[in-house]
């Protein structure tokens, strides 16, 4: 079975543009969430998302969006990049959403994102 | 909120010999699951193991075990027989099961393991 994959794996992009990063999960996971890792932050959690809907938010700015398709695929999507958004993004998908088992996470392996 | 705390920055072991990495948490939740995972310097996280808060057993994988102390909130990882490929940054994690079930994360250990 494929892991989980993301595209693309290496971005460049300048202050100011915005970005789309895409995950595709395990066959058959119904959930994606989605992780900023930086050096200075650790990994902190962004969205998950379940059925196509946003089951969980993490504290970041209204910049930060992300959507899931029927398909259980998922975009997220940065508008007027900063400085500061330069990170490893990363995508992880599970069968079920936290209340449910199992429900640990599959990681993908990653998109670094550099803004300049 | 949760939080996930794991003390050691780095830590180091000769291979072969066994090594325990710490990991305690903060819950109001008497239902969760915790997890270690390991990310090489590929990047690509791995799940290492999980545990249930409602199971007793320390769950073991292979080399890998758990000593899950829920009165203590403490959830250390040990690794038994260290090999190179062990070496990597390991995170502790937490997910609960009330409203905000996101998964959390602690700052890591990064092991080294020397031949």
């Known amino acids: 079975k494929a892991g989980v994959t993301q595209t693309p794996r290496y971005l460049i992009k300048t202050r100011g543009q915005q970005v789309t990063l895409s995950c595709s999960p395990i066959?058959?996971?119904?959930?994606v969430s989605w992780y900023q890792q930086t050096p200075g932050q650790g990994l902190q959690f962004l969205f998950e998302?379940?059925?196509?809907?946003?089951?969980n938010k993490g504290n970041f700015p209204g910049r930060f969006s992300g959507r899931q398709f029927s398909n259980s695929r998922s975009e997220m999507n940065v508008s007027t990049l900063e400085l500061g958004d330069s990170a490893l993004y990363l995508c992880?998908?599970?069968?079920?959403?936290?209340?449910?088992?199992?429900?640990?996470?599959?990681f993908g392996p990653g998109t670094r994102l550099t803004v300049l | 909120a949760q939080t996930v705390t794991q003390s050691q920055p780095e830590m180091s072991v000769q291979e072969a010999e066994t090594v325990t990495l710490s990991c305690t948490y903060d819950?109001?939740?008497?239902?969760?699951?915790l997890f270690w995972y390991k990310q090489p310097p590929s990047r690509q996280m791995i799940l290492v193991i999980r545990?249930?808060?409602?199971?007793?057993q320390n769950a073991t994988e292979n080399r890998f075990s758990v000593n899950f102390q829920k009165a203590a909130k403490s959830f250390s990882l040990k690794i038994s027989d260290s090999q190179l490929g062990d070496a990597a940054m390991y995170f502790c994690?937490?997910?609960?099961?009330?409203?905000?079930?996101?998964?959390?994360f602690g700052a890591g250990t990064r092991l080294t393991v020397k031949p």
């Open positions: 066959s058959g996971h119904r959930s």
């Open positions: 998302y379940f059925s196509e809907t946003q089951r």
């Open positions: 994690a937490y997910r609960g099961t009330g409203g905000n079930n996101d998964m959390r």
């Open positions: 545990q249930e808060a409602y199971k007793q």
């Open positions: 819950t109001s939740e008497s239902d969760y699951y």
């Open positions: 992880a998908s599970s069968l079920s959403s936290g209340r449910q088992v199992p429900n640990e996470q599959f």
